[in-house]
């Protein structure tokens, strides 16, 4: 994992030099930034759609537990629903819970590894071009 700074308003106000003009890696960054950003934004709501369907699955479960044994109950499989016994079911949710539990996960792990990136090429923007450039999202 990869150590960054917080961004301090001084960091923000003072550009480091004087010479303000965009070189190709600065222009690289600043695509870099745009570029992590949209990614930013698709990984939020992948991971709000998926901690959705990770309470649908609980509220569900919970109310399996109110099921009667002996009784079928539907369950969705691709687009159509199969009638399965309750034990059944139950094992399918679980498996499913389990898989959302670690795309959650992955997703968490990655956001955080893309507002890492983001917070060092602000660091690294506001650095060379302070208040210039403005890279609030």
Do not use: C, W
């Amino acid at each position: 994992m990869m150590h960054t700074r917080m961004l301090s308003k001084e960091d923000e106000a003072s550009p480091g030099s004087e010479e303000n003009e965009v070189r190709r890696e600065d222009q690289e960054k600043i695509n870099r930034f745009s570029r992590l950003h949209q990614r930013e934004t698709v990984l939020e709501d992948q991971l709000k759609a998926k901690q959705k369907d990770k309470e649908d699955l609980e509220e569900i479960s919970m109310e399996l537990e109110l099921a009667d044994e002996e009784e079928l109950v539907p369950y969705k499989i691709g687009d159509a629903f199969f009638q399965l016994p309750l034990a059944d079911a139950q094992s399918l949710l679980t498996t499913s819970s389990e898989q959302i539990d670690e795309q959650v996960s992955k997703l968490e792990e990655t956001l955080g590894d893309v507002r890492d990136e983001l917070q060092q090429l602000k660091v690294a923007l506001y650095a060379r071009f302070g208040r210039s450039i403005n890279l609030e999202t």
